[in-house]
T-cell receptor, first 115, second 113 residues
Framework: DQQVKQNSPSLSVQEGRISILNCDYT??????FLWYKKYPAEGPTFLIS?????DKNEDGRFTVFLNKSAKHLSLHIVPSQPGDSAVYFC??????????????FGKGTLLTVNP | GAVVSQHPSRVICKSGTSVKIECRSL??????MFWYRQFPKQSLMLMAT?????????EQGVEKDKFLINHASLTLSTLTVTSAHPEDSSFYIC?????????FGPGTRLLVL
C-alpha cells in the first residue's frame, strides 16, 4: 500500500517556466514532509521540507505548499533551469521529522527542463 | 551539506556469494543510519534502521538473516547481502541521520549473476 504517491511519473517544462510537482499521502499521522532531488546513479539530495504546522515554505527558487485537509503537497520551482532536470522524490515522516525517523518515499517524478 | 560515502559504488558477483556494502558519514556522527533499496522506476524502499551499538530494526518482509547490518561506530554502518541471488540485484542506498535531516550516500549498484 503506497502511503506516499506521486502520480505523475514524468513532467516536461520549458526553461524559465514554473515546474509544479505533486505528491499525495494517505497517512494522516505524517507530520513532516521533504522533497529530494536525485540524479541517475546518485543518492538523493535534500531540497526542502515542511512541517505540518505550516502550509508554505520557501527557499530560493523552491517553494513547497502543504494542504493538510487534502493530504496533498506540491513543489514549485520558479524559474525552472535545465540543471533542475532530475527525479524528484516526495517523502513523509512521523514525529515532526526528527532526522532519526524513517522516511516513506513516493515513486518519484522525472522532471525534464528543456532549454 | 554533510557527506555520506558508500563503498563499493558498483559490484558484480556470482550467485551464492556474500557482498558487503559500507556506508560512512564523513563529517558528522550518525547514531542512526538507514538502508534502502530501489528497483528501476520504483521508490526507495526502506529495508532497515541501523542504530549504533544495537541491533538493526528491519522493515516487514526484509529477511534479517539475509541482509546483515552492523553499525559498529558512529560513522560506519555495513550491509552484507548473504548468499546473494539474481533477485537481490538492485540499487542499495544508505542514509545517515544528522543535522536535522537524512543525508544519502551515492548508492551501490549490485548485480548478481
Amino acid at each position: 500500500d503506497q502511503q506516499v504517491k506521486q502520480n505523475s511519473p514524468s513532467l516536461s517544462v520549458q526553461e524559465g517556466r514554473i515546474s509544479i510537482l505533486n505528491c499525495d499521502y494517505t497517512n494522516s499521522m505524517f507530520d513532516y514532509f521533504l522533497w529530494y532531488k536525485k540524479y541517475p546513479a546518485e543518492g538523493p539530495t535534500f531540497l526542502i521540507s515542511i512541517s505540518s504546522i505550516k502550509d508554505k515554505n520557501e527557499d530560493g527558487r523552491f517553494t513547497v505548499f502543504l494542504n493538510k485537509s487534502a493530504k496533498h503537497l506540491s513543489l514549485h520551482i520558479v524559474p525552472s533551469q535545465p540543471g533542475d532536470s532530475a527525479v524528484y522524490f516526495c517523502a513523509a515522516s512521523l514525529n515532526s521529522g526528527g532526522s532519526n525517523y524513517k522516511l516513506t518515499f513516493g515513486k518519484g517524478t522525472l522532471l525534464t527542463v528543456n532549454p | 551539506g554533510a557527506v555520506v560515502s558508500q563503498h563499493p559504488s558498483r559490484v558484480i558477483c556470482k550467485s551464492g556469494t556474500s557482498v558487503k556494502i559500507e556506508c560512512r558519514s564523513l563529517d558528522f556522527q550518525a547514531t542512526t543510519m538507514f538502508w534502502y533499496r530501489q528497483f528501476p522506476k520504483q521508490s526507495l524502499m526502506l529495508m532497515a534502521t541501523s542504530n549504533e551499538g544495537s541491533k538493526a530494526t528491519y522493515e516487514q518482509g526484509v529477511e534479517k538473516d539475509k541482509f546483515l547490518i552492523n553499525h559498529a561506530s558512529l560513522t560506519l554502518s555495513t550491509l552484507t547481502v548473504t548468499s546473494a541471488h539474481p533477485e537481490d540485484s538492485s540499487f542499495y542506498i544508505c542514509s545517515a541521520a544528522g543535522l536535522g535531516t537524512q543525508y544519502f550516500g551515492p548508492g551501490t549498484r549490485l548485480l548478481v549473476l
